[in-house]
């Protein structure tokens, strides 16, 4: 089964840090656009980040100025999370857009994505 492996999450106190990673399993990340989603409890899943295939990256307002995402040389993706807080709790997912749409493009649609993980927990609590 094709899908990508996220890991990384854990327990953190307010304030602190984290750093998830994405890498796919079976296939490569590489060539389209990678976004992070989180699923708090009682919410719907929403997107909080997105680097395109070009390395363009954009952020939900909630966290804007707090995580970076990032490629490295092995088309891995990563979340850096700091200054987290209670409201960053989350099982966070990441996933690859279905299509390329150009070298700045990020997909906004969740459906627009596919080979979703098992999600990896963040709680951010003292």
């Known amino acids: 089964q094709l899908q990508v492996v996220e890991s990384g999450g854990g327990l953190v106190q307010p304030g602190g840090s984290l750093r998830l990673s994405c890498a796919g399993s079976?296939?490569?990340?590489?060539?389209?656009?990678v976004a992070w989603f989180r699923r708090a409890p009682g919410k719907e899943r929403e997107r909080v980040s997105c680097i395109s295939s070009g390395g363009a990256t954009y952020y939900a307002d909630s966290v804007r100025g707090r995580f970076a995402i990032s490629r490295d040389n092995a088309e891995n993706t990563h979340l850096q999370m700091n200054s987290l807080k209670p409201e960053d709790t989350a099982v966070y997912y990441c996933a690859r857009a279905k299509r390329y749409i150009n070298n700045a493009g990020c997909p906004i649609r969740e459906t627009e994505y596919e080979y979703w993980g098992q999600g990896t927990q963040v709680t951010v609590s003292s």
């Open positions: 079976g296939f490569t990340l590489r060539g389209r656009a």
